[in-house]
RNA sequence: CGGGGCGUAGCGCAGCCUGGUUAGCGCACCUGCCUUGGGAGCAGGGGGUCGGAGGUUCAAAUCCUCUCGCCCCGACCA
């Protein structure tokens, strides 16, 4: 392409509202534009960095057996009912009626209408596995759309679901799939790291997040420094104590306190002179409409995706005041577990504590040397708290390293969720009707190729890798008016293009610290400069935008090392 | 949904507190000259419902009320 015909925008300024690197750049660099909140438009250089990675997705989808499908955008309520997600999904779902008033929602996912497809055309486990995908627009209405296109409302996704007929198969397409996305994120430059998830919205038994490797990451991540384990921390396993004898003799008696306005762990602490590890946190929940004490040691602090899993709920949140008044009689700050009107369910972290604080369940007091078994009881104990720094890993004990990173795809084992809900069966070889097993693999492309920018920028702006990169070469004739100058990167442009390579001519009348900046903003991995100095000798320089080498060749050589350099990387990163 | 901030030219901002010529600055844009290896210089020029509505006033970008939008923090969330 040449540069004058271009739509491709560039700003020097950088934009007030943007607040991460990638987003700033993408601005600055004419890929995108915002429409409104959350909701952005892709410029000629965004889109075609988009089409680059949809088409390695694509390629190693179908390297991995799946199959290319396009949905609709549309869906009809009923699905969603029948999955039981029309209620379970909350505000997210974005929601209409048609002119018929019939309702309809926007898919942000697609595993109703994927099922119902599945359900309708296979019947015998002659047809089965099968994994379809596609690569779509998805519209999720988030509460707080942020970071640019890393996530926002309408955005593009490749969606993957596979059936099989039975676990073990079901193991076999989520490892093809788990294979592939790896093949995916290796092939677009990106380090990153397969780490165990929790499942949210979509449900099913077990996940993995792959997870690209950036302080400005949204998740926070951890990993065992000798062995393999790596999870979301929502997801990260703590290890359950093991319970000590208990002596009961050692109890001291119960002792009620006065202890007026009183009601954070410091200021218990504080009051009584004692330390969180002394002190019981009693959070109450508001569970699927009933509320659920939950108890905890004072230092740590409940993980409530941990939670919503062990419960099985639908909707989790913090109890209003009005229901702890119910349940405590008292104002919130004094709850405890002896008398609550309550379930109550309390963390590992509990298990061995003795003589200790509890709220009074009374307003202005708290109680000392309060028991279990003695002074209330306890059946529930789960793993429901948040991980830290001085844990050590639920699998060997190692210590934890924590980072940071941006979720660019998610692979699930959805078992039987959506197949039992919407009667996905088939016959197996003894005519008998069974479910299909299913799994379900999602790529955010947007975000993807916005993750790729965290990982690689500079001052000057984006590096692209080249198997992404919107063009692999920019030719910069220092000035155009240089008759010589533009006939050898006419000449260059000509050849390149020739032999395949993505090339633009900067033909613009421009002085040549323009045309410069302006490659380095956009990222482009190879430039030429074509000046009078170098080409008095019949020379060119290729300059590697990532390396900052240059070579200086003549033209037939810089083509012939352009070819080559990009054939090596395309190369080194599949 | 709670807390905070911001809406003035394509972008980045000043002016507002303390109302008063024709609403300014930098970048970008147009014309001409000049210049051409890391965002040049000079001269001239175009572009504004000051987010919107209502109100106070002789007079509103400025004060008041309502409203819409955007950003950040929190809550929430693949």
């Not at 003549?554 to 990009?566: G, M, N, P, R, T």
Request: charged share 30%.
């Amino acid at each position: 392409m040449r540069y004058s015909e271009m739509f491709l925008p560039t700003g020097r300024e950088i934009p007030s509202d943007a607040e991460i690197v990638s987003h700033r750049l993408m601005i600055r660099a004419g890929m995108i534009r915002k429409l409104t909140s959350g909701i952005y438009s892709y410029l000629p250089l965004g889109f075609r960095v988009i089409k680059k990675v949809e088409q390695i997705v694509r390629e190693e989808m179908n390297r991995a057996g799946a199959q290319e499908v396009f949905l609709p955008a549309v869906q009809p309520a009923e699905l969603w009912q029948e999955s039981g997600r029309w209620q379970q999904y909350g505000k997210e779902l974005l929601r209409f009626r048609d002119r018929q008033d019939r309702e309809c929602c926007l898919g942000p996912t697609h595993e109703e209408v994927i099922t119902d497809l599945v359900r309708n055309d296979v019947k015998t486990y002659r047809q089965l596995p099968r994994n379809l995908y596609q690569i779509q627009t998805k519209f999720r209405d988030e509460v707080r759309p942020r970071f640019g296109i890393m996530r926002c409302k309408e955005f593009s996704m490749k969606d993957a679901y596979s059936f099989d007929v039975d676990e073990k198969g079901a193991e076999i397409s989520y490892e093809k799939m788990f294979e592939a996305y790896s093949r995916i994120f290796s092939r677009c430059g990106l380090k990153f790291r397969a780490v165990e998830a929790d499942t949210g919205n979509i449900g099913g038994s077990f996940s993995h997040e792959f997870m690209v490797m950036a302080d400005t990451g949204e998740d926070a991540l951890v990993f065992c420094s000798s062995c393999d384990y790596a999870a979301n921390v929502e997801k990260a396993e703590v290890a359950r104590p093991e319970k000590k004898a208990v002596d009961e003799s050692a109890f001291s008696p119960l002792e009620e306190i006065h202890t007026p306005d009183v009601r954070t762990i410091e200021e218990v602490c504080a009051f009584l002179d004692v330390t969180p590890q002394d002190v019981v946190k009693t959070l109450i929940f508001l569970v699927d409409d009933s509320p659920v004490a939950v108890l905890v040691r004072g230092d740590e602090e409940i993980n409530e995706a941990k939670l919503r899993s062990y419960l099985g709920c639908d909707s989790l949140e913090l109890a209003t005041d009005d229901i702890i008044y119910e349940v405590t009689d008292s104002p919130r700050g004094f709850a405890g577990p002896i008398n609550i009107k309550s379930r109550i369910v309390a963390d590992y972290s509990f298990v061995n504590m003795t003589n200790c604080v509890v709220g009074a369940n009374k307003e202005d007091y708290h109680i000392k040397n309060a028991n279990i078994g003695r002074d209330f009881k306890v059946t529930e104990f789960a793993d429901l708290r948040l991980i830290k720094e001085t844990d050590s890993c639920p699998r060997c004990e190692s210590p934890l390293r924590f980072a940071r990173g941006i979720e660019v795809g998610h692979v699930f084992k959805l078992g039987t969720k959506y197949s039992k809900a919407m009667k996905a069966t088939y016959l197996d070889k003894d005519g008998k009707e069974k479910y299909m097993v299913m799994g379900c693999y999602g790529i955010g492309i947007g975000r993807t190729a916005a993750a790729s920018i965290e990982q690689n920028y500079d001052d000057n702006g984006i590096i692209w890798p080249v198997s992404i990169a919107p063009f692999q070469v920019m030719i910069t004739p220092v000035n155009i008016k240089d008759e010589a100058l533009l006939t050898t990167a006419e000449k260059l442009y000509q050849g390149l293009m020739d032999k395949g390579i993505e090339v633009i001519l900067d033909d613009r009348d421009e002085r040549a610290g323009v045309k410069f900046n302006d490659a380095d903003l956009i990222g482009i991995p190879l430039r030429i400069t074509v000046g009078p100095k170098r080409l008095a000798e019949g020379k060119v320089e290729v300059k590697i935008r990532k390396s900052g080498e240059v070579e200086v060749l003549s033209v037939d050589e810089a083509e012939k090392f352009i070819v080559d350099w990009v054939q090596a990387e395309l190369k080194a990163d599949g």
